[in-house]
T-cell receptor, first 115, second 111 residues
């Protein structure tokens, strides 16, 4: 799976949009971009994933550049409860076989939302 | 659904003792994962199962660690004998295709 690069930390004011960048310049054509987050003392939580089109769900939006070498996770109206470590992961969309389990978590971005 | 259930939530034991961590995956999910998280090493995949069969245990640190999944609704991770360096938070996760759902974790302290 391709390696990702994220800033170690970011700040955001409550109520504002939080834009979390991720670089994945070695991404392959069959690799998806996944975002998870981990709130303190909890297990990681799935947020969103996409291949090449922008995606939106009730939690966030995912913007993937046309060349797919980078992406941005957008939390449109950040709240204090969004303070967490955010992980950007790229992996092949293979639902079976030995590669399926290899969802590799890096160091992520520590997002701090302040009042 | 109650989500992935793990027990116990906290475990404190002495070096050399056997430790058993338990996990109940989300009903209907066909994959189950065991992860370990420490400050030094981050989140590491230990082993995962598909339809109760172990697929990849290459992340299991050593023979002191073993995992079983006797049926679709239950899995255990056993450490025997435990050592202080096994102190970590152990997460169980289950999935059905894209999304992986994590449990609340078991915080293990080995003294």
């Amino acid at each position: 799976d391709a390696k990702t690069t994220q800033p170690p930390s970011m700040d955001c004011a409550e109520g504002r949009a939080a834009n979390l960048p991720c670089n994945h310049s070695t991404i392959s054509g069959n690799e998806y971009v996944y975002w998870y987050r981990q709130i303190h003392s909890q297990g990681p939580q799935y947020i969103i994933h996409g291949l090449k089109n922008n995606e939106t769900n009730e939690m966030a939006s995912l913007i993937i550049t046309e060349d797919r070498k980078s992406s941005t996770l957008i939390l449109p109206h950040a709240t204090l409860r969004d303070t967490a470590v955010y992980y950007c992961i790229v992996r092949v969309a293979n639902w079976s076989g030995n590669s399926y389990g290899k969802l590799t978590f890096g160091q992520g971005t520590i997002l701090t939302v302040h009042p | 659904d109650a989500g992935v259930i793990q027990s116990p939530r906290h475990e404190v034991t002495e070096m050399g003792q056997e430790v058993t961590l338990r996990c109940k995956p989300i009903s209907g999910h066909d994959y189950l994962f065991w992860y370990r998280q420490t400050m030094m090493r981050g989140l590491e995949l230990l082993i995962y199962f598909n339809n109760n069969v172990p697929i990849d245990d290459s992340g299991m640190p050593e023979d002191r660690f073993s995992a079983k999944m006797p049926n679709a609704s239950f899995s255990t991770l056993k450490i025997q004998p435990s050592e202080p360096r096994d102190s970590a938070v152990y997460f169980c996760a289950s999935s059905l295709r894209a999304q992986r759902y994590f449990g609340p974790g078991t915080r293990l302290t080995v003294t």
